[in-house]
C-alpha cells in the first residue's frame, strides 16, 4: 500500500493552479499583443472581433501549452474552450436576442471555467 504525502499534494495543487494562471497570463498577452495585427473595419464588427480575440488569445495559449509540451490533442481541446463560448453566443447575437457587450462578457466568464473543467477531466496531464 503507498501513502501519498500531503506535502506532495500540495505541491502539485500549486502547479496545477500556477498552470492555469500561466494560460490565462498567456491569453492576455495574445489579446494585447495580436490585436494591433487586425484591420479596424474588421474589429469594428463585434462578431468578427469576438472571433478576432478568441483567435489571439488561442494562438498564444496554444504556443504556451506547447512550450510546455503538452500534446497536440490537449492544445486542440484547450484551443476549443477558447471558441466554444463564442461560436455558441454569436447565434443568438445574431437573431437579435442577445447584445454584443453579452456576447464579449458572458464568453470570457464561460471560458475560465471551462477551461478549469477540462484541466480538471484530463488532470493526469496537468497535475505534474
Same mark, same amino acid.
Do not use: C, Q
Given at each position: ?61 496554444? #504556443? ?19 471558441? #466554444? ?44
Amino acid at each position: 500500500m503507498t501513502t501519498t504525502h500531503p506535502r506532495s499534494n500540495t505541491r502539485k495543487l500549486i502547479r496545477f493552479a500556477a498552470h492555469y494562471v500561466e494560460m490565462v497570463v498567456a491569453m492576455i498577452v495574445g489579446m494585447v499583443a495580436l490585436a494591433p495585427l487586425w484591420p479596424a473595419e474588421w474589429v469594428a464588427r463585434p462578431d468578427v472581433h469576438a472571433m478576432t480575440m478568441a483567435l489571439d488569445m488561442t494562438i498564444a495559449m496554444a #504556443l504556451w501549452m506547447r512550450i510546455r509540451r503538452h500534446s497536440w490533442p490537449r492544445t486542440a481541446e484547450m484551443s476549443a474552450t477558447m471558441f #466554444l463560448p463564442f461560436a455558441v453566443l454569436l447565434v443568438p447575437y445574431w437573431l437579435g436576442a442577445i447584445s454584443a457587450m453579452t456576447v464579449m462578457v458572458a464568453a470570457h466568464v464561460i471560458m475560465f471555467p471551462l477551461m478549469l473543467a477540462l484541466m480538471l477531466w484530463r488532470r493526469t496531464d496537468y497535475w505534474h
